[in-house]
Structures are given as structure tokens and as C-alpha cells.
């Protein structure tokens, strides 16, 4: 936020700021998506609450989204339509976290995992990762980390912030692990289609044999078909821990907006090629920071394979300028380039930078680090 304000102020004094720190698509939401909502919003019929879990076509057709991408088979009353996936994150959380219950939380991670874990009154237990493994947790050292408190393992490939995706032999290792150990797994599918390594989706846990049913799967529309204003997201589990996590919701927020609803119905039914066409403009770009950032002074970068970040080592820039906040300051007023400090995903000595812009802001903000990098 601080990097925020100063961006902002650097902007209003007339500076050309360009922003690696979007965290959502650049594009428009499709054509196809937009007008189905404006049929809606003129349909009387949706001016109306909708069931509190969802209207049931929606549920409906997340279920067979569940099937397709994530490959378990499951029934309409195990889903529940959420306000973005961020709301179905605390849901889960609160549906299975009792007091004092730990959480292990792989690191660098999203920062709502941990604060929601203590909302829904729980301790959150991170399990610290860097580049050298990729990463990524292994079962050992998520052993090492369990206690006889530990309740779940927030699981998320791809990842914000480091673009990491799990290999279907890792994810499998790691829903055994959990299976064995009887720890339930929360996992964050949002960027599950939004990867580069020639697979339609990231391998998902829920299919793993030894999970059972104690797996519950958080998705919505907001990367994949760039929705982010439209929060609509989902939880999907067994049964009656949506049933919970539905009556949780009836007396937060009730239902999702009923035309946003018919929106994200539009999307998971209709043509793929707007979809594939992101995706690829994603790619052309990540390939483009990739290959800018092994070329910089003194960084290092694990090439991402999913998601829209890469998640660069800045360590002796850490060290002259005291940390990566520090480091993101002296680009923000060098450079004229917005990063975010990898303190706010629990890692110093990283940053997070977005390739979600346009490829010339891209190539420019490449171009100015380079030359702040070279300076120091
Ligand atoms: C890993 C992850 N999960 C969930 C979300 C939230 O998605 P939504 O906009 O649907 O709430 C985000 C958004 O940044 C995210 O990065």
C-alpha cells in the first residue's frame, strides 16, 4: 500500500509510473459474457434474490467445471456459489477451523490465507519455501511442520505470488502426505487454466485417492476470464460442509447478485477461444519478463509456469537498500516502476511483479530496471 500511495503521488506530479503490481487480468471481460448480463439485468425475472447457495443452473454447471478441469465428479449440492473466490477461501476456513487449530500455510503466500485463518480463529503456520526448491513444499517438510493441531494445508498451484506450479507426481505426493496424515486440504484453484506448460489445467489435489473427501476446492471466474469486478467465485466440497459454509454465507451476504450470476453462467458455457487468447497473450509476456529479468544485475528468477507473476530474487539489491521494500522505493522513484515487496507474501529478498499490462509497458518497465539494476 505504501508503494501504492507513492505511485499514485509520483503519477499526479506528471511521472510516467508504470504498475507491475496489477493482480488481475488487463482485458475487458469477453463480449459474450457482458451481453448475457445485459439480457439479464433487462429480465425482470433476475431482478430477485437468487437461492442462497446459487442459482442451480450456476451450481449446476460449476459442478461439471469441478469435472472437467479439476477431475472429480461431484453433485450440484456440493458447490456453493461465493462472493469471489476470496469469500469462499474464508468460508472454508471457518467452516473447518475451530479454535486453536493450525493451518499450514506454504510460503512466499496470498496474504488472505493467514489473516483469514485468524478471523476464522485458527493459527496460521507457515512453511517457508525460496527459489532454491522452486517454491514448492515437499510432504517431508510439511511432516517436519505438522502438529498434532494441525486441521488443513492451504494448497495453491499455481501460486501467487511466485507462479510455481506443482507437477501431477508433486501434487500426488502431497495428497498422500495429507491423506495419511488425515489433515484436510483447502485448495485455491483460481489460476488452475492459466498455465504455460502445454496442459489444459494445473494438476489438481482433489483427485488425489487418499484425500477421500476430506478436500475442499476454492475457483471462480475472476483470472480465467478476466471477472474480477464481478465477484463471483466458488467453494466445492463434501456436502455438509457446504451446507455450513452456505448457512455461514445466508447470513453474511445471503446469495451472490443474481446478474453477475447469469454473467459467470454465460462464462463457463461459452466459447473457449477468448479465453485461450488471454491465456496466450499471457504467455508472450511472461516469456518476455522471464528472459529480461535472468539478464538483470543481480537478479535471479525461477521461470513461472503459471499464473501471471514472476517472482525475481533481488538479494544484493536487498542488501544494499535494507530489504525488498526498500529496494521496491529506490525502483519507484529510479525507475518510475511499481513493484510489490515480497515482505507482504512473507518473503523478503523477493518481489512480486505482474506481467498482466500491455507488452510495450511491459517492455519498457523491463527496460528502465535493467537500467536501475546496471547503476547499482
Ligand atoms: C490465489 C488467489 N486466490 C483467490 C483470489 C481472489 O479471487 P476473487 O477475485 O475471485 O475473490 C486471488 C486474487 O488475487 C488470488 O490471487
Known sequence: ????????????????????????????????????????????????????????????????????????RVGPQQTLITNGAKQAVYLALAALLDPGDEALIPAPYWVTYPEATKLAGGIPVAVSTDDATGFKVSPEQLDRTATSRTKLLIFVSPSNPTGAVYTPEEVAAIGQWAGERGIWVVTDEIYQRLIYTGETSAASIISSPELGDRWLAINGVAKTFAMTGWRVGWLVGPSDVIKAAASHQSHLTSNVNNI??????????????????????????????????????????????????????????????????????????EAKVAVVPGEAFGADGYARMSYALADHDLETAMERLAAVFDRT
Request: with cysteine.
Open 1 to 72: 500500500m505504501a508503494i501504492t500511495e507513492r505511485a499514485r503521488q509520483l503519477r499526479a506530479a506528471g511521472e510516467a509510473v508504470i504498475s507491475l503490481g496489477a493482480g488481475e487480468p488487463d482485458f475487458p471481460t469477453p463480449a459474450h459474457i457482458v451481453e448475457a448480463a445485459q439480457r439479464a439485468a433487462s429480465d425482470p425475472a433476475n431482478h430477485h434474490y437468487t437461492p442462497n447457495a446459487g442459482l442451480p443452473a450456476l451450481r449446476e454447471a460449476v459442478a461439471e467445471y469441478t469435472a472437467e478441469f479439476s477431475g472429480a
Open 260 to 333: 453477475a450470476q447469469q454473467g459467470a453462467l454465460a462464462a463457463l458455457g461459452g466459447p473457449r477461444e477468448p479465453i485461450e487468447e488471454m491465456r496466450q497473450a499471457f504467455d508472450r509476456r511472461r516469456v518476455t519478463m522471464y528472459r529480461w529479468l535472468t539478464k538483470m544485475n543481480g537478479v535471479s528468477c525461477v521461470e513461472p509456469d503459471g499464473a501471471f507473476y514472476a517472482f525475481p530474487s533481488l538479494r544484493p539489491h536487498v542488501e544494499r537498500w535494507g530489504s525488498s521494500m526498500g529496494v521496491a522505493a529506490h525502483l519507484l522513484d
